[in-house]
């Protein structure tokens, strides 16, 4: 059956702005004179990870009551760095999504704090193809019910979620959407309804559906 949606993960998916994170990371952390810092491979680890889930993974010791100040501080220095620096799109991304945008409501949700899938469309001057977004940061909930959220309010009947991870994979199953795995991202996954090597692929595919 053919989708009349396709969802969006972000990171490992459409683009890869790790750099841009560690930058605004270790300026925040900086700026709160806290002594960790991270670099890219802590960040890939835990790409699409929820912000509580993260926090704990660099600060073990601190309490949760003093996350907000940090995830604030970070955030701040990143809606400055993301809007300059942004990520590096993978390859067919930008074209694909046009593509795309001409059968299907596409969507993007991301495990991100609340601008940076803004901040991504506009680096990617993708504002007319891109219908709506969730970020984690705008509500700070699973990905299974900002997929519901989607849902409901565009009254999608037949949707998918696109990613890179096994969390993806799982969501996908609370959800009780399918999933599409693309294997050039940060994770990996054993459970998945299709998948694709690259973008331009899986691009084909659903363009070729009637």
């Known amino acids: 059956m053919k989708p009349d949606s396709l969802i969006f993960d972000m990171d490992g998916t ?19 004179n806290r002594p960790e810092r991270v670099d890219r491979a802590i960040l890939d680890s835990m790409m699409g990870w929820e912000r509580n889930k993260v926090f704990q993974k660099i600060f073990p010791t601190l309490e949760e009551s003093a996350y907000d100040a940090i995830y604030q501080t970070i955030n701040t220095v990143q809606d400055k760095i ?22 299907y409501k596409l969507f993007i949700l ?9 901040q991504m469309i506009a680096f990617g001057r993708l504002e007319k193809y891109i219908l709506d977004e969730i970020a ?8 299974h019910f900002n997929m ?7 009254k999608l009947k037949s ?13 996908c199953q609370i959800a009780k959407i399918p999933f599409c795995l693309i294997t050039y991202g940060f994770g ?11 973008f331009k692929n899986l691009a084909n595919y659903f363009l070729d559906l009637t």
Not at 21 to 30: D, F, H, M, S, T
């Open 14 to 32: 459409l683009w890869d702005a790790t750099d841009s994170y560690v930058l605004a990371w270790n300026e925040g952390l900086k700026l709160l």
């Open 82 to 103: 993301i809007p300059e620096k942004g990520g590096t799109f993978y390859p067919d991304v930008i074209e694909s999504i046009k593509q795309l945008s001409k059968k």
């Open 110 to 118: 991301s495990n991100c704090p609340a601008n940076t899938i803004k």
């Open 136 to 143: 984690h940061g705008f509500n700070h909930k699973a990905k």
């Open 148 to 154: 519901n959220l989607l849902i409901q309010k565009h």
């Open 159 to 171: 949707t998918l979620y696109i990613g890179d991870t096994n969390s993806d994979s799982l969501q």
């Open 188 to 198: 990996s996954s054993e459970t998945y309804d299709f998948k694709f090597e690259s």
